[in-house]
């Protein structure tokens, strides 16, 4: 008892509720001293692991000392070296603190002894051994090891009263009996008896190798597989519509892609020695489409024919390429063709291009011509119609400017200028580079138009219609003209006096009749459903600068005239009312 306890029993007659608990402290075996203190002010290391002063292991920490007096603090730290992985130790502190807890307790009833009687263990208490019955026990390594048995560590506990130091023979022979024999660590094994600290603390002994699995295959392409379909407006709002160039040019024999291959996985040990299987990559197929072919070794997809690469979602092919060097005219006849088309020149007036691919055109598409794509449409100079020129797009069309024409495009458009034209697209209407103006005519998207001035200050009438189906709609007028066109002729027909030649007319004219009007009964099937999903979304937006009076806006069956000017303006439908801010 301290000084200052025994006066303060003298003068009071109890003693202090500090000193009982420092007393019972000191009866159990701790001593204020042997206690560590966590470090203030700094950052805790997260491998270490803090104690409390009651645990087992200060308990046991305490005899030790009383038996052989100085002994260095315990130290628990499960990656001295700073070698493993942080996922590793945050996984297995708290299982160390469980395991840790159950070892040590074990040792110290161990160390304390139990007395038994008639088989059955007496009432649970803390008694100490007797005199004439010393109790003696020899160090014990105890093993932690990871949930993934990839790590093991050791705690050696000291001797008691006469026991064996930790030796050699005592380490392993402990590792075996724990089956850990794969990856151990023997110079730490060799030197843990003969360290002088090697009680209390914890150290890694042995790492297993852990599996890795196998990569998969993965294929590298020589040719892009999505193509970006909008040109960009410069400083000077100009668009360059020679830099979109959607042909993609390949030899015979040209790479497409390659087959990296799968890996195999390479299998892993834990330090019991059993192995823990990894699992190979898998391989992918080289995506093999039409016109190409596979190498001898497997690996590569080349071009069989030369042409333009294209990669359509599941697989690339090679679609064949027209080169025209000149002028579509009376030296090259009309042209259809079932890959893509190149012309150097322009499409004169009178002449029909139908292709199943891309068509690109350097110059000018005439008056009177027919142009079809399957692909994309570029015309780099512009399209100059007379009113009586169809140009079909069934992706996208991209044009200096648009002039009394008639336009079908599934996808975007996008020009500097649109002049007396009738637009009809599935996609937006992009007018934002040069003049950027539409004037006149009927541009009808089904999303979005954008455009830096609609309409005319002489208040040219100029119409702009969103949502919808607008390529549909345009088919169907077109097979409403053929019926005309057709019921006109049968008309005719029946008037004639009758001949072998007109019965085999009338056949004819009658089977092109039927085919029109059950191509235009699914045309309208398809137009009613798009409106009543269109009413329920109130899709479509109008974007412009300026919209000078004479523009009309429609949303279906609601109509907007502008009677005034406005300037950076958006319209829209708002509960089936055209909005315009």
């Known amino acids: 008892m301290s000084l200052k306890n025994k006066l303060t029993e003298l003068l009071f007659g109890s003693k202090p509720e500090a000193a009982k608990e420092e007393e019972s402290l000191q009866e159990q075996g701790h001593t204020p001293e042997t206690v560590s203190e966590p470090p203030s002010g700094g950052i805790a290391d997260p491998a270490v692991l803090d104690l409390p002063e009651e645990h087992p292991v200060y308990q046991l920490y305490n005899l030790r000392r009383k038996e052989k007096g100085y002994l260095s603090l315990p130290r628990i730290c499960l990656d001295e070296d700073g070698v493993l992985p942080e996922e590793v130790v945050q996984q297995e502190r708290n299982r160390l603190r469980t395991a840790l807890l159950s070892m040590s307790a074990a040792r110290l009833k161990e160390v304390r002894g139990k007395k038994k009687k008639g088989g059955k263990a007496e009432k649970k208490k803390e008694e100490e051994p007797a005199e004439n019955q010393p109790l003696v026990f020899d160090a014990l390594p105890r093993f932690f090891l990871s949930a993934d048995k990839l790590y093991a560590w050791v705690i050696v506990f000291p001797p008691v009263g006469e026991g064996a130091e930790l030796s050699r023979e005592i380490l392993y022979q402990a590792m075996l009996e724990q089956g850990i024999s794969y990856g151990v660590d023997s110079q730490l094994a060799n030197r843990l008896p003969r360290d002088k600290d090697v009680y209390f603390h914890l150290y890694l002994i042995a790492r297993g190798k852990p599996a890795f699995n196998g990569t998969n295959g993965n294929i590298v392409d020589s040719f892009p597989r999505t193509v970006t379909r909008v040109l960009e407006v410069d400083e000077f709002d100009r668009v360059d519509y020679t ?35 990894a699992k190979s990559g898998k391989s992918v197929p080289l995506p093999k489409g039409r016109n190409t072919e596979i190498s001898e070794d497997g690996l ?136 950027g103006t539409i004037i006149g005519g009927r541009v009808w998207a089904a999303s979005k138009v954008s455009a830096i001035a609609v309409g005319a200050r002489s208040e040219c009438r100029t119409s702009v219609a969103l949502g919808g189906l607008p390529c549909t709609n345009f088919e169907r007028e077109i097979v409403q003209r053929e019926l005309k066109i057709l019921e006109m002729e049968l008309e005719k027909l029946e008037c004639q006096l009758d001949s072998t030649g007109k019965n085999s007319l009338l056949d004819k004219t009658r089977a092109k009749l039927t085919v029109a009007e059950l191509k235009l009964k699914q045309l309208e099937t398809e137009l009613t459903d798009i409106k009543i999903e269109t009413e329920e979304q109130n899709r479509g937006r109008l974007e412009c600068g300026i919209a000078y009076p004479g523009t009309e806006i429609s949303f279906g069956d609601e109509v907007l005239r502008l009677r005034k000017e406005y300037r950076q303006c958006v319209a829209t439908l708002v509960r089936g009312e055209i909005v315009l801010t």
């Open 243 to 277: 830099a979109l160039n959607l042909i993609h040019n390949v030899k015979q024999g040209e790479e497409i892609c390659r087959l990296i291959k799968p890996t195999e996985g390479e299998p892993g040990r834990t330090v019991l020695d059993t192995e823990i299987p």
């Open 300 to 435: 590569l997809l080349v071009a069989s024919i030369a042409g333009d690469v294209e990669f359509t979602g599941h697989s690339f092919q090679v679609k064949p390429v027209l080169d025209i060097p000149g002028n579509v005219d009376f030296s090259t006849g009309n042209i259809n063709f079932l890959g893509d088309v190149n012309i150097r020149g322009d499409v004169l007036s009178g002449f029909t291009v139908r292709a199943m691919g891309n068509i690109q055109v350097a110059g000018v598409i005439e008056a009177g011509s027919v142009v079809e794509a399957g692909g994309d449409l570029i015309v780099v100079k512009g399209i100059l119609g007379d009113g009586t020129a169809i140009i079909r797009s069934h992706r996208s069309l991209f044009s200096k400017y648009i002039e009394n024409s008639t336009i079908y495009v599934r996808e975007n458009l996008q020009t500097d200028c649109i002049i007396n034209s009738h637009i009809y697209s599935d996609g937006e209407v992009l007018v934002r580079s040069g003049r």
